[in-house]
Antibody, heavy 120, light 108 residues
Framework: EVQLLESGGGLVQPGGSLRLSCAAS????????MSWVRQAPGKGLEWVST????????YYADSVKGRFTISRDNSKNTLYLQMNSLRAEDTAIYYC?????????????WGQGTLVTVSS | EIVLTQSPGTLSLSPGERATLSCRASQSVSSSYLGWYQQKPGQAPRLLIY???SRATGIPDRFSGSGSGTDFTLTISRLEPEDFAVYYC?????????FGPGTKVDIK
């Protein structure tokens, strides 16, 4: 069964950095696009970023462009999100999600999420 | 950017009743690239419907999706106790891949 396990969340001060990881298993990782989606406390879902299977194409929401970087290591079946210049409004649960095929497609599997809190 | 609007914000129904949830897009969603997700408290979202009307693997047939262009609907034919949750629509035809604000289906 497909499994996605996020890690790396925690408390960070405004302006700080954090790197999230998502370990994937039970599918051929390099064949699928992957995404990050976040959810602020008590709020709805917000797409953050998507990366193609090879890692050659990346897409970002305007709210994180220039501050966040999505990447992947296909040899380790792991997805990353490097978050710099963090703001209070970045506080959220961050989910990694598998793209069903290609990279412009729906999310068929989701991890359980990791909480990022930006506060002084 | 395609903005998705969901209505109603909250739907209060009893088990066994029919639920009809609406998702409207600010511009046409290409190739019906519209999905629906269910989220229960403390859990990750779960895919229900993709391509506007195709049920995801393992989703009961009481869930159905319809629509095209800018108007989409998720219907739950007879609510089961486990169906009370928040439902989100999402378009994935163009970046940014936007979500609607959600419809909460709660017990009347």
């Amino acid at each position: 069964e497909v499994q996605l396990l996020e890690s790396g969340g925690g408390l960070v001060q405004p302006g700080g950095s954090l790197r999230l990881s998502c370990a994937a298993s039970a599918f051929t990782f390099s064949n699928y696009g992957m995404s990050w989606v976040r959810q602020a406390p008590g709020k709805g879902l917000e797409w953050v970023s998507t990366i193609s299977g090879s890692g050659s194409s990346t897409y970002y929401a305007d709210s994180v462009k220039g501050r966040f970087t999505i990447s992947r290591d296909n040899s380790k079946n792991t997805l990353y999100l490097q978050m710099n210049s963090l703001r209070a409004e970045d506080t959220a649960i961050y989910y990694c999600a598998k793209v069903s095929s290609g990279w412009f497609n729906y999310f068929d599997y989701w991890g359980q999420g990791t909480l990022v809190t930006v506060s002084s | 950017e395609i903005v998705l609007t969901q209505s109603p914000g909250t739907l209060s129904l009893s088990p066994g009743e029919r639920a009809t949830l609406s998702c409207r897009a600010s511009q046409s969603v290409s190739s019906s690239y519209l999905g629906w997700y269910q989220q229960k408290p403390g859990q990750a979202p779960r895919l229900l419907i993709y391509g506007a009307s195709s049920r995801a693997t393992g989703i009961p047939d009481r869930f159905s999706g319809s629509g095209s262009g800018t108007d989409f609907t998720l219907t739950i034919s007879r609510l089961e106790p486990e169906d009370f949750a928040v439902y989100y629509c999402q378009q994935y035809g163009s970046s940014p891949f936007t979500f609607g604000p959600g419809t909460k289906v709660d017990i009347k």
